[in-house]
């Protein structure tokens, strides 16, 4: 088995966390606006993105024993994960996010965030549960619009289902949050929804979240694509501002949070 590091210092946009976790290479949902398609991974790999995925290669029985390490030198926070997403289809035959989460409940970090747009995620509910206040699930619901889904994210889970996953994670005591990112077309109703949904809500999109100030979303082709099918005048940083004034008259100003900050590691276990 490869002797491979499962966590990786984090810098720019994850700062506020000290490592990412990766249990996949690529990303079988292939969403459109993934900043990660101008990454090297993305670029070089010979394969369009989304047409490929396959396990890291580490032995993540090795992973209890990483954070037990880097915890003697200060408090450790885990973006998990910040380039795939740990419950893509493949995990439900590898089970590798599953190991790597019972080396946690063995060895916790101070603070996991689990991102995902999966409702597979429901499937660890009791391993999350053991990691208590240390786990939060973030969500990815960029709009409550299936026809907006379906043309942004044409292979990623239908949102009713992600909706009832965020629901049932909840209901179980788990923290929660929705993620809009990056916030995409979507209707009069969606702030509404989101706070009968999520006790914490974080706001992203593509001139904030994408690494690069927007430059890899216009290379992505995002403003075109906003325009092509009579999106245009979502494609602009004021989407953000007026969703956020929007949910902070419905919910607690301090639990609507915007890009990086919105993703911030609170609270952490001591």
Sequence with gaps: MSSARWLTPTSGFLSGYTHSLNPYVGCAFGCSYCYVRRLP???FRGEPWGSWAEPKKADPSKLAKEISAVKRKGPVTVFFSSATDPYQPLEGKLGITRSLLKAMAEEPPNFVLVQTRSPLVTRDLELL????????????????REDVRRLFTPSAPPLAARFRALRELREAGVATQAAVSPILPHTQEFAVRLVELAPRIVVDDYFQGDGSGGRRSEALGMRGMHAEHGLAEWYDPSVVERLVLQLRKLAPAHEIGVSAEGFAPTPLRG
């Design 41 to 43: 991974v993305g670029l």
């Design 129 to 144: 549960r053991t990691l208590g206040d240390a786990v939060r699930v973030s969500m990815t619901i960029e709009t409550d």
